[in-house]
């Protein structure tokens, strides 16, 4: 079975794009319903956090807190990787037993929707990532000249621009309003994420989110046909008949990602 990992930015429209890839039926794996799930009251991981950053990052029914969370670990990179070094492995457990819930459904693929699949680095566990992006974002980041530069900000700052949803600011803001977030906890928690310029250097299918939601649906049934395509056959047919064939299969590409993969990125 194809296990594709999907990331993107913050507030780059990764949800948007995991809930048309629902809408067709494709198998979604959500790291963060699954975060929220092995951090319930009586979790073992609850237990540690509250060990770890002090029972002050509870609310008064004992679930936690995430706002206060956020608020403590998103600043300092430190307590950022205590707290991953407590929850990362037991979402990764439950990912996991999922995708095996999957394989023994016959599923031919499933999306792994990780906002950290590149960070984590779970980019090396999966057959193919996908990154959720904006093209002016990536065109700002790659312009050589500044008197070229200072054009195309100005262009994208203005109010009648198309191109104005895909500013860094833009995004800052979309952030504070979905997740009803002041100015610093915001740009914290956008800083706690590698740019999303360096995430597309990783992907092997890159989703471009700068235009209409029409456009991007458009783009999300084209990756699904071609999905659809890739996972099917007599390779995947054998892997669900005969277990030891996609042992290997999956042991093959693991093997891909952490040697030669891990290389061209280094280069």
Known sequence: MLVVGLTGGIATGKSTVSSVLKSHNVPII?????????????????????????????LPD?????????????PDEKKRKQL???????????????????????KKWCVLDVPLLIEGPLWKLVGLVVVVYWCVELLRYYWVSSAVANIFDSVIASPS?????SSPETQLQRLMLRDNSNDSDASARLNSQIPITKKVEY?????DNSGTKAELEEQVAAFIEKMNSRAGGVKWLASW???????????????????????????
Request: one cysteine or more.
């Open 30 to 58: 959500d790291a963060d319903i699954i975060a929220r799930q092995v951090v319930l009251p009586g979790a073992p991981a609850l237990r540690q956090i509250v060990k770890t950053f002090g029972p002050e990052v509870l």
């Open 84 to 106: 991953n070094s407590i929850v990362h492995p037991a979402v990764r457990r439950a990912m996991f037993w999922e995708v095996v819930k999957c394989w023994v459904k016959g």
């Open 203 to 207: 992907a092997d299918i890159t989703i």
């Open 161 to 165: 621009s198309a191109l104005r949803r």
């Open 62 to 74: 004992g679930s936690l807190d995430r706002k206060k969370l956020g608020s403590i670990i998103f």
């Open 241 to 267: 008949l005969v277990p030891p064939v996609g042992v290997v299969s999956a042991l093959w590409t693991l093997l891909w990602r952490n040697m030669f993969a891990r290389r061209s990125k280094s280069e």
